[in-house]
């Protein structure tokens, strides 16, 4: 075995104790067609629109990171309730109606069978493949949660440090190596200015661009983004990977070696002395970054899921089933 391949998976540990009711083809008796069903209208949407595949993974990250893998993030604010959908950081997630779409033709088949939990990690595993990236199998079982707050949702800015961000990703249990291959989820999509902004004309106040930045790409943002903030509507966006930004590689972490990343936390990935070898190695061999992402992915599907009697099967992603007054979280 190549000895940088061995570096990295002998620090990938998988999670402990993940729950043995996940299992892969969980609904292949209940529902046969589920993942073909989700997988279809994933193609379908991914044919006119490829960036899908980062929205998607937007949504699986902030979903899971909150109370876990159980769909919260899909469900609608009421006029008594802010649900998750509603925080700050999530003002950027879409293609709920993709999920929509998917959980109507599966209702049409197999009623109250296929959670929108489910729906969210598969049509996400479907999304990468179809951006050029691993195809994994992923165990499903999922249910859908009962509790949606605003109040709960505390997410990783993009100005963190290593270990600040580690800090979020350690106590779900990922490991450094772990928290690394998902950052390379920004091998496709783009970023509003507003997000960086300070990199490019005014870091920590100093009145020029932030040192750690490639002064040539910091010139071409600035001329891309201004100094003036925007509304996010209004906002110019950029490629997190200028390179192939619609495909779904390892040259991500080739860009952040060169100082052209364009988000301080992908920075501070190749800087920092407890990744920075991580970064090396997965820059130049592709396939030990798709399999630790993948492992990663899976290991993030698995974050504090519902199962067996637990939750629900919502029948509309968005809105709770109906249930008696007091039930509910």
Same mark, same amino acid.
């Given at each position: ?39 279809? /209208?994933?193609?379908?949407? &991914?044919?006119?629109?490829?960036? /899908? ?33 509603? +925080? ?15 959980? +109507? $033709? ?23 493949? #179809? ?14 949660? #009962? ?7 505390? #997410? ?37 200015? +507003?997000?960086? $902004?300070? *990199? ?23 001329? *891309? ?13 950029? &490629? ?18 060169? *100082? ?28 030990? &970054? ?5 492992? +990663? ?6 974050? $504090? ?13 968005? /809105? ?7 039930? *509910?979280?």
């Amino acid at each position: 075995m190549d000895k940088n391949l061995f570096f990295i998976l002998a620090f990938c540990l998988l999670l402990h104790g993940a729950n043995a009711q996940l299992k892969i083809g969980f609904y292949n008796s209940s529902c046969p067609q589920a993942e073909s069903i989700i997988e279809r /209208v994933v193609r379908l949407r &991914f044919r006119n629109d490829p960036s /899908v595949t980062p929205a998607l993974l937007r949504m699986h990250f902030h979903d899971c990171f909150v109370r876990g893998c159980d769909a919260s993030i899909l469900v609608n604010s009421t006029r008594t309730k802010s649900a998750e959908k509603d +925080a700050g950081p999530n003002e950027t997630v879409r293609n709920y109606d993709l999920i929509d779409a998917a959980k +109507a $033709q599966l209702e049409a088949v197999c009623p109250a069978t296929v959670s929108c939990a489910d729906i969210i990690t598969l049509a996400t595993r479907d999304a990468v493949a #179809l951006s050029g990236g691993p195809h994994y199998k992923v165990p499903t079982g999922r249910r859908d949660g #009962l509790v949606s707050n605003v109040e709960d949702v505390n #997410l990783p800015s993009p100005a963190l440090t290593v270990p600040e961000a580690f800090a979020f990703f350690g106590p779900k249990g990922f490991t450094l190596v772990d928290m690394v291959a998902l950052f390379g989820g920004h091998s496709v999509g783009v970023s509003h200015c +507003a997000f960086f $902004q300070d *990199r490019i004309s005014d870091f920590q106040g100093t009145g020029r661009p932030d040192p750690t930045m490639d002064p040539r790409l910091a010139e071409t943002l600035l001329k *891309r983004c201004g100094t003036q903030s925007r509304p996010l509507n209004r906002d110019p966006t950029v &490629f997190l990977d200028q390179g192939t930004g619609s495909v779904f590689d390892n040259q991500f972490y080739g860009q952040i070696r060169s *100082r052209r990343a364009i988000l301080k936390i992908d920075q501070e990935l190749a800087l920092d002395p407890s990744t920075a070898r991580i970064v090396s190695i997965f820059a130049s061999n592709r396939t030990a &970054f798709n399999q630790i992402f993948e492992r +990663a992915m899976i290991k993030m599907s698995k974050i $504090q899921v519902l199962v067996g009697n637990a939750g629900e099967i919502r029948k509309k992603c968005s /809105v709770f089933n109906p249930r008696p007054k007091g039930k *509910r979280g």
